[in-house]
């Protein structure tokens, strides 16, 4: 099962045994296939990638090899060896270092007390911190990995955040690095430095793997690639001799399309238009800067930015959901929100406001529900649904039932909870409630987060429908492919504030993401910028 | 001068009703530090105090009555770990159902042995833990200042007494020095983290709970045998949900804690002081009020005073791994 590829590219190492080698390794999750006799081999001193819808195994085949989880089948070996992990101090000792998605970091410690927590020598932490101390400096300029090892993790950025992570697996003697979807938080510029240490990691003899959904990043930095699709590995691949197409149709099973085909906006009237509209928060932050925008029909107006810099709360203030402290916001010329003056967000929906809440998980649907009732919430006061005094069930499993054909989502069952669909159909149950009230103005957070490549294809579709319906769609994503090739103009938010806008056709990554970074006008430069270091 | 003998004989009264709320508010910390909520305090020192003065009395031993208690308060600490860490059970309503037995059960048990109301016999003196007088004590009773203050106030406290103020910097060096401390911290903050960097999750979680459980069996010793002279049911009255308070107050570290407990300690022995006191202008206050001191005062400073109280961020959630 190891593809050629593998062998291509391990010349360096000669006779080396590879780093790692997964043979055959199943998992269940009770009747769930979720490893189905994976293979891969991953030679020493390269960075291969691993590639994969959400759900196709790629996390879990990792978490066996982290000792998280305990295969039921196959076997597992390090450096030519078989090993028997059963526990992540297993892994460690053998080598192996993990930085996972969410950090596993404590916020309130320090980067020293974070390294050491779990290999502390002796009962006292004061010989293990001072010995980190010494260590940290080393492998800093090693790795060029440096970090303030007194700064409290909270206080970091996301991007030394994953530095402190690395070095964590560095401190431990990690041999084998396994990075999980580590650009997912980064802007561009912080990915592009993740990658140089990647390849210093790789220069050192370290080997990588890079689980990842981003096809741009498997053709950036990786020597090799593995696919999975439903559990299984279906390639492997030299990256050299593969592209992002033939990766995006292994990853899928049929052909897809990478690029958004769209015509000309043709933007009509202004529906909605903030002015000085800030907001603060209930602990006393201001979340929203003084923020001036507007929205037309025909529209699609895209918010990039690094998350947590605001673009939560600019949703939750044009839906009702916060109230706005300063400024006003109007919509089809009626004033809906100003200080001391706020719309709930049920009076905006019957407005025209649809809104396709960021977390699906916490706001957009509740979990536990089925997806019939998911498809009323907001609406269920709707007369159409309701009789004199009880709901009419069957009406709103009808509806249910015509959302799922027309937005394509299975199983088309509408007495299942909303839990037991995937990431990509609940988000079009949720995205059929909401467009199917034929709104003035869409929200939209985040349209594909947790969502598989097929399902991202059509959603994005409908999106730029209601656009050309002559809607006005407002688009926050954290994902910058997906605001460049949806949005008609940008607009990036740094700290609270609107820190640029541009036209979505004159917009590189390059630009947006030095603005993403913090630095208002990027021809000035890098050094300029706050923020990215 | 008499004024200044009352105020010394506040704060002697302080410290010695502080002691269980010390003990209590210290074993609250160290469970919540690790990530398990403990309102079962008021049960285990309830359930301590019954098992200390039984065992005492039977004994004759008040040191035989702490074992006892320790062991007693311990078993109601594992019934709670292996509810809330084990079986992912909600922490609250595994202490609420810690409390809730042990405030029928005691009474039941010492009604079953004892035949009076509930409560144990009054223990003889040396079946408690009683006054110690420190070196010199006596002799340097008679010298201004330091006479009264150090024979008067600090000298002639039980060894419980003692025992709690030495604890809260043994708490505070355990916490933030050792090895232990810290993995305990982490995993009140980030169990993922711990469960990530190789440690046990569930066995850092109950020795959290196991200490908890040792420091509300010496609280509940201090009840009944020093304090008290014997067990009267639901002695606690609540002094479990303080010593809760008090956490909170002091933000879940020791020292501020410590000072939180003394204040509420402080206007419990006030409030005993000024029951049927006439009082300048306002003249006698109904009892009722007085004795609502320390907990409205606790309302109080919950609901504005404090400021921004940050929990660890995992404290009351269970551990589960995903799949």
């Known amino acids: 099962m190891t593809g050629p590829g593998a062998q291509a590219v391990s010349a360096a190492g000669g006779a080396i045994p590879p780093a790692v080698e997964l043979i055959g390794l199943n998992k269940h999750f009770g009747p769930v296939h979720a490893n189905r006799d994976v293979c891969i081999s991953v030679p020493r001193g390269t960075v291969h990638g691993i590639v994969g819808e959400n759900g196709a195994g790629k996390s879990t085949m990792m978490a066996m090899l982290y000792g998280f989880y305990k295969a039921d089948s196959g076997r597992i070996r390090i450096n030519g060896e078989d090993v028997h992990i059963t526990s992540p101090s297993d892994a460690i000792s053998r080598g192996i270092g993990m930085v996972h998605q969410h950090f596993m970091l404590v916020e309130p410690f320090t980067v020293l007390e974070n390294v050491i927590l779990g290999v502390e020598q002796g009962g006292m932490i004061q010989g293990s911190l001072n010995h980190a101390r010494k260590e940290l400096r080393r492998l800093g300029e090693e790795y060029g990995l440096e970090v303030d090892p007194d700064a409290r993790i909270r206080d970091l950025p996301v991007g030394l955040q994953q530095r402190v992570e690395i070095l964590k697996a560095l401190y431990r003697g990690a041999e084998t690095l396994i990075l999980d979807e580590p650009t997912g938080v980064l802007t561009p510029q912080e990915a592009d430095h993740l990658f140089r240490i990647l390849d210093t990691l790789r220069s050192q003899g370290k080997t990588v793997i890079l689980i990842t959904h981003k096809l741009r990043e498997i053709m950036a930095v990786t020597d090799n690639v593995s696919v999975m699709r439903r559990g299984t590995m279906v390639a492997h691949r030299p990256t050299a001799e593969t592209s992002k197409e033939e990766l995006a149709e292994l990853m899928v099973g049929r052909k897809v399309l990478l690029r958004v085909e769209k015509g000309e906006a043709k933007p009509g009237e202004c529906v909605v238009s903030l002015e000085n509209v800030s907001y603060t928060d209930d602990m006393g932050r201001e979340r929203l800067k003084d923020i001036n925008l507007s929205i037309c029909t025909g529209e699609i107006l895209g918010i990039a930015g690094v998350s947590g810099n605001g673009q939560s709360e600019l949703l939750e203030v044009l839906s009702g959901i916060s109230p706005i402290s300063r400024g006003r916001i109007m919509f089809k010329g009626e004033e809906i929100a100003a200080p001391g003056k706020q719309s709930n967000p049920q009076e905006l929906r019957r407005a025209g406001i649809a809104h396709v809440a960021e977390d699906r998980h916490r706001m957009g649907m509740i979990m536990d529900f089925t997806a019939a009732e998911n498809t009323i919430l907001g609406y269920h006061r709707g007369k159409e649904i309701n009789g004199p005094v009880l709901m009419d069930l069957k009406k709103v499993e009808g509806r249910c039932m015509e959302h799922m054909e027309k937005f394509d989502v299975r199983p088309p069952i509408p007495g299942l909870a909303a839990s037991g669909f995937s990431g990509g159909n ?24 947790g969502v598989d490549i097929g399902a991202i294809e059509f959603i994005h579709k409908q999106l730029i429908t209601m656009r050309d319906a002559g809607k006005a769609v407002l688009l926050v994503s954290v994902e910058l492919d997906e605001i460049m090739s949806l949005a008609d103009r940008i607009l990036v938010m740094f700290d609270g504030r609107i820190i640029g806008e541009v036209a979505a056709k004159d917009a590189t990554e390059q630009a947006l993401g030095l603005m993403m970074a913090g630095c208002e006008n990027p021809a000035a430069g890098k050094q300029e910028c706050g923020g990215d270091e | 001068m008499d004024f200044l003998i009352t105020i010394l004989q506040l704060i002697d009264g302080t410290i010695r009703v502080s002691t269980p709320l010390i003990l209590a508010a210290l074993a609250g910390l160290c469970s919540e530090r690790g990530g398990v909520i403990d309102i079962g305090l008021e049960g285990k020192m309830l359930g301590a105090a019954f098992v200390a003065a039984t065992v005492a009395y039977m004994t004759g031993s008040a040191w035989l009555g702490l074992l006892a208690a320790i062991a007693a308060s311990v078993a109601l600490s594992l019934i709670h770990g292996f509810a809330s860490i084990t079986h992912h059970g909600n922490q609250v309503v595994s202490g609420m159902a810690i409390n809730i037995i042990v405030a029928g059960l005691a009474p039941t048990i010492g009604n079953a042995i004892f035949h009076i109301n509930g409560d144990t016999p009054p223990l003889p003196h040396a079946a408690r833990f009683t006054a110690i007088d420190l070196p010199f004590a006596a002799s340097l009773a008679d010298v201004p200042v330091i006479g009264p203050v150090y024979s008067g106030v600090i000298s002639g406290h039980s060894f419980t007494t003692y025992l ?43 020795r959290a709970v196991m200490i908890a459980g040792v420091l509300c069996g010496i609280a509940g010793t201090s009840l009944s045998t020093s304090l008290g002279a014997s067990f009267i049911r639901d002695m606690t009255a ?86």
């Open chain 1, 426 to 449: 609940q988000q079009k149950i949720v995205l059929a409630r909401e467009m199917e009230e034929n709104p003035d103005l869409l929200l939209v957070g985040q349209p594909t987060r």
């Open chain 2, 164 to 206: 709690a103020f030495a604890l809260v910097p043994f708490v505070a060096w355990m916490l933030y020095k050792t090895r232990f401390g810290l993995r305990l911290r982490a995993v009140g903050e980030n169990p993922e983290a711990v469960d990530t960097a190789g440690v046990s999750v569930q066995w850092l979680r109950y």
């Open chain 2, 238 to 323: 609540g002094k479990g949900y303080l010593a809760l308070a008090a956490m909170i107050f002091g933000k879940w570290r020791p020292k501020t804690t410590l000072l939180a407990c003394l204040i509420f300690a402080f206007t419990d022995t006030l409030q005993a002081r000024l029951q049927g006191v006439e009082l300048p202008v306002v003249g006698e206050i109904p009892v009722q009020f007085i004795i609502m001191l320390p907990y409205a005062l606790t309302v109080f400073l919950l609901a504005g005073f404090v400021g921004k109280v940050v929990a660890p961020a995992a404290d009351g959630e269970p551990y589960i791994k995903e799949h």
